[in-house]
């Protein structure tokens, strides 16, 4: 084994700051491993957060020589222990800080991510662009559920975008409270997002963050018309026309518009 830093001797309980729930039903863990569309050999497999190694342990045996990265230095005497010697690595850092190019690149990313910064690590992980391959991670069931919501419902928001501009997110499976320890208060959900081949053909990597500054903008104000909200550098006409010719209509609000007519607007009014 080798490691990025030394490690603790004792191991404590889960930890309520660091919003630590373990999952403890394998059957769970081992379809989550088998789940990681990767071949062995072939790119770089991360897991974020593996704790005492529920995931790890079936991980290690299509990946030998898997990444993991684990803030928590308590939990590092069981994961090691589980994990037993070999060529894995582990990385005891905070993921929301941590390189992914010391994995190497192309990774697929896979781990139960805390419910607190579920959200900052997915965004983190897709801003990597098509160096990262995939993404598949257990979360609350209502994240995942607005992580793969269409067009017109109440659940297609900001997040929903953001995700399925670099890929069609899908939900796996679900899994109830009680797989885990301690048991949380709502049921989680693995989905699975395969990053598309070039995100920057839709627009270079240097703008994808005025893209997304764009799109949360928008659903700041959701119960309004877009007509009302975008740039009023443009016209309320220019933008009726426009959301017309998207097929959603002038009277259309944000959640009625999927990823490709975010972006479409984007560059209406900033440039291609």
């Known amino acids: 084994m080798m490691e990025?830093?030394?490690?603790?001797?004792?191991?404590?309980?889960?930890?309520?700051?660091?919003?630590q729930h373990f999952l403890t039903a394998v059957s769970y863990a081992k379809r989550i491993a088998d789940s990681i569309p990767a071949v062995s050999g072939h790119g770089h497999v991360l897991e974020i957060g593996p704790g005492k190694g529920a995931l790890s342990v079936h991980l290690v045996k299509r990946f030998p020589d898997f990444h993991c990265v684990e803030l928590d230095p308590d939990v590092i005497p069981a994961l090691s222990g589980n994990l037993g010697p070999g060529h894995?690595?582990?990385?005891?850092?905070?993921v929301l800080t941590f390189d992914f190019s010391k994995v190497g690149f192309p990774v697929h990313v896979t781990g139960n991510l805390p419910y607190s910064i579920g959200a900052l690590?997915?965004?983190?992980t897709l801003l990597y662009g098509n160096r990262v391959r995939s993404c598949t991670f257990m979360v609350q069931r209502e994240v995942a559920e607005r992580i793969v919501a269409g067009p017109h419902t109440r659940k297609n928001g900001f997040l929903s975008i953001f995700c399925q501009f670099f890929g069609k997110p899908t939900i796996l499976f679900h899994i109830p409270r009680g797989a885990f320890f301690p048991s949380p208060n709502v049921d989680s959900s693995v989905f699975q997002l395969v990053i598309d081949d070039d995100p920057e053909k839709k627009i270079?990597?240097?703008?994808?963050a005025s893209f997304f500054e764009f799109v949360d903008k928008g659903f700041r104000m959701r119960r309004k018309m877009l007509v009302n909200t975008l740039d009023t550098t443009f016209e309320k006409s220019y933008w009726a026309r426009l959301l017309d010719e998207l097929g959603v209509g002038p009277g259309a609000r944000p959640e009625d518009l999927i990823a490709d007519q975010w972006l479409e607007l984007y560059k209406k009014s900033c440039g291609p």
């Open 121 to 124: 690590i997915i965004k983190k």
């Open 88 to 94: 894995w690595t582990l990385h005891r850092e905070n």
């Open 204 to 208: 270079p990597s240097g703008k994808w």
């Open 4 to 19: 990025s830093t030394e490690v603790s001797e004792t191991f404590m309980g889960p930890k309520k700051n660091l919003g």
